[in-house]
């Protein structure tokens, strides 16, 4: 543990407070120079960080991308840093507002004409409304989460070995991740197989269309530097159109609909919602908030524990065999919160790479925000933004911040916990219907653990090779090696 990292905030009597460094450039060049050099010069991570150092200060202004013609105002304040990141969780601050892909907003028309939950601000009647109810999908479904989610599990790893038997050395893991992580969540809201609707085989691929046409001002697909222009102008300089994938999301919508009719008489008796604005709620937060998440964070925690070695393996696998024999072979949340290391493991992979790095806010009004060292006043109305990897990565806080330490959550680690904000909020704070943290926190939390006790019961260890994604990391695995005796 670091050792600043107990300490808190100094009171703004303490801090000088300074003026914000950095600006926005000229009015339209500025943003396009600002969103060339984040997607194609330097890069995300080395944009901020050279800014960073520039400045001196995990404070400053600058663009954010798409910038124009997508966002009317790419302005921001950002907020890079593990004491100044969580003022993005205090809604009595700071408005969430349409701002929950940053500062551009895709067309209603992706959703059904509806502003889903994500783009509520907590102030909202209706984001009561819809968190309510979605506390109350998960709860009626917990037992069904780690039986259902081992099933799934089953499926990936034999398909897994039929891929490494197939090619040894390329069983590429993100496109079987996600076509488990697909099928479970449908299982999870709609209680049958994908396949088994009008969807067919088709679903994940119409869910990844609408994702993308979504996301793609935020990417870049890495594409050969002479082809930079004419992506820059497809992706980041106009929206791309609804009617792309009119017809995929309306399948999607009907095989919801369709599966899902008990759940929605309920939502439209008990919590008085519309059918059809439930249903578009209930397919985003499947779709978007839930598949989405693990589309990024599985690959993710099996890649830092894959380059994390034997030793790590080989205390897993004994600290995992060990419990579950303990519990007469059972896996249940009991034998789950047994396994320490495990759950460290999993805070340490969402710690250093969070599948969801960026967080906005705009200030409700005048307010002063305080780094390490210094205190900033931002002005009512501007936006703030806070990317992840930076803060969760802070040296003030965390110790070798930059390496993977599968113990680092052990013991007295865990009161580092707190500065763990992967679920837009802290980790030693529950999600609730005045604030924006994912009502699914203590799901994706969970889930991860099972996949690593379902691996270490079956294989001693693995390896892998990882690369880079336009949205989180590849992961192909180049060896597997069973249990003695499975």
């Not at 993710?300 to 519990?327: F, M």
């Not at 500065?419 to 030693?428: A, F």
Request: proline share 6%; aromatic share 12%.
């Amino acid at each position: 543990m670091s050792a600043n990292s107990s300490s808190s905030s100094s009171s703004s009597a303490k801090l000088p407070l300074k003026p914000i460094p950095g600006n926005y450039g000229l009015p339209f060049i500025g943003p396009i120079k600002d969103r060339l050099d984040y997607f194609y010069n330097q890069g995300q991570e080395m944009f901020f960080r050279t800014r960073i150092e520039k400045h001196q200060s995990t404070v400053f202004r600058t663009n954010m991308p798409p910038g124009p013609f997508i966002s009317s105002n790419p302005r921001v304040v950002t907020v890079f840093d593990a004491i100044s990141f969580p003022i993005l969780f205090d809604t009595s601050k700071v408005e969430k507002l349409n701002v929950f892909e940053g500062t551009y907003m895709p067309s209603k028309s992706f959703t059904g004409g509806y502003r889903v939950c994500a783009y509520l601000d907590p102030s909202e009647p209706n984001h009561t409304l819809l968190k309510r109810w979605f506390f109350s999908l998960l709860a009626a479904r917990h037992h069904s989460f780690i039986p259902l989610f081992r099933n799934s599990l089953s499926e990936l790893f034999v398909n897994l070995e039929d891929k490494l038997s197939d090619k040894p050395g390329e069983a590429y893991f993100n496109t079987l991740s996600e076509q488990m992580s697909f099928n479970f969540v449908f299982r999870l809201f709609c209680d049958r197989n994908p396949s088994d609707t009008k969807l067919g085989s088709d679903g994940l691929n119409l869910l990844d269309t609408w994702l993308f046409v979504q996301l793609a001002p935020l990417m870049t697909l890495g594409l050969s530097k002479w082809l930079n222009g004419l992506e820059d102008l497809l992706l980041h300089t106009f929206p791309l159109p609804s009617f792309l994938v009119k017809s995929g999301y309306k399948k999607l919508y009907g095989a919801f609909y369709e599966s899902t009719k008990p759940v929605l008489d309920e939502v439209v008796e008990v919590f008085g919602l519309k059918r059809d604005e439930a249903c578009h709620n209930l397919l985003y937060m499947a779709g978007f908030n839930t598949y989405a998440g693990m589309k990024t964070a599985f690959p993710g925690l099996i890649k830092w524990v894959g380059l994390a070695g034997e030793k790590l393996h080989r205390q897993l696998a004994d600290e995992i065999r060990t419990v579950v024999r303990d519990e007469g072979g059972k896996i249940t949340l009991s034998a789950l919160n047994k396994m320490t290391l495990t759950k460290s493991v999993v805070y340490e992979a969402l710690r250093i790479e969070p599948p969801v790095p960026y967080q906005y806010g705009k200030a409700k009004e005048d307010l002063v925000v305080e780094s390490h060292d210094a205190a900033f006043e931002i002005k009512k109305g501007e936006m703030i933004f806070g990317y992840q990897p930076l803060a969760t990565k802070d040296p003030k806080i965390f110790d070798n911040p930059e390496e993977f330490v599968g113990h680092r959550f052990v013991g007295e680690g865990e009161k580092l916990l707190k500065y763990l904000y992967w679920s837009n909020g802290r980790e030693t704070e529950d999600p609730t219907v005045d604030n924006k943290q994912c009502p699914g926190k203590d799901l994706v939390v969970l889930l991860s653990r099972v996949m690593l006790v379902e691996l270490f019961i079956r294989y001693d260890t693995f390896t892998v090779e990882a690369g880079r994604l336009p949205l989180g990391s590849s992961v192909t695995f180049k060896s597997l090696t069973k249990a003695t005796g499975s």
